[in-house]
């Protein structure tokens, strides 16, 4: 029953071929490309809609240096959220739940943030790591637990993002086994049970969309320290 459980988070693999690339493939091949036309479609005008009330309030607490990280906030959350979205599809993989695709799009960032703030304010970056007015005795353990929250920040992204899908994608497929195993025996049951099925899907599809925000907006504070 374990394995069997957590096997739809596997990585799926065709003639050795993993299919890992297609899955990220999948949501840029979804999106509409803007048109040069004056009068667009519905679809274009409410992702275009969408796309810039996002960046003006993701945006919205930076400085004008920071404003230049809008095309990839703005890319990386309707990815994400593409992402999330469809592996709630039935017989989808879902690429987020794995951590190691999570850090590999967390660590890049959250370390670019880090390089920005040490090239433009160097004195303002090291002093997150000593607090003006800290006791002597207290400087080298205040400078090794700030050293390892700044570290353990890709980390705390990565892993939220994916502790989260997986649960949900878990509890869901325990409820579905649940109702349909109950529906012989009892029917009533399972029918009640179909429904929390449902409305845990309405909840799911509501927490894909927002751990793609969270992550977004994480990555965005940390830019708003160092710029």
Not at 121 to 142: D, M, N, R, Y
Not at 182 to 206: G, K, N, Q, R, S
């Amino acid at each position: 029953m374990a394995t069997s459980l957590f096997d739809q988070f596997i990585s799926p693999v065709l003639l050795g071929i993993p299919l890992i690339v297609l899955a990220f493939m999948l949501p840029w091949l979804l999106f509409p490309a803007p048109a040069h036309r004056w009068i667009t479609n519905r679809l274009l005008t409410l992702q275009t809609s969408f796309v810039g009330n996002f960046t003006a309030q993701l945006l919205k607490p930076l400085n004008v240096g920071g404003h230049k990280w809008a095309l990839i906030l703005a890319a990386l959350m309707l990815f994400l959220m593409s992402l999330n979205m469809l592996g709630l599809l039935p017989y989808t993989f879902t690429p987020t739940t794995q951590l190691s695709v999570n850090l590999g799009l967390a660590v890049p960032l959250w370390l670019a943030t880090v390089l920005i703030g040490m090239r433009n304010q160097p004195t303002k970056s090291l002093a997150h790591f000593l607090p003006e007015g800290t006791p002597i005795p207290l400087i080298p353990v205040l400078i090794i637990i700030e050293t390892i929250s700044l570290f353990i920040r890709p980390l705390a992204l990565g892993v939220r993002l994916a502790a989260n899908l997986t649960a949900g994608h878990l509890l869901m497929h325990l409820i579905s086994t649940a109702a349909y195993s109950l529906l012989c025996v009892m029917p009533t049951v399972a029918i009640l049970t179909t429904i929390v099925l449902f409305l845990l899907t309405i909840l799911e599809v509501a927490v894909a969309m927002i751990q793609a925000y969270v992550f977004v907006l994480l990555l965005s504070l940390y830019l708003q320290e160092n710029v």
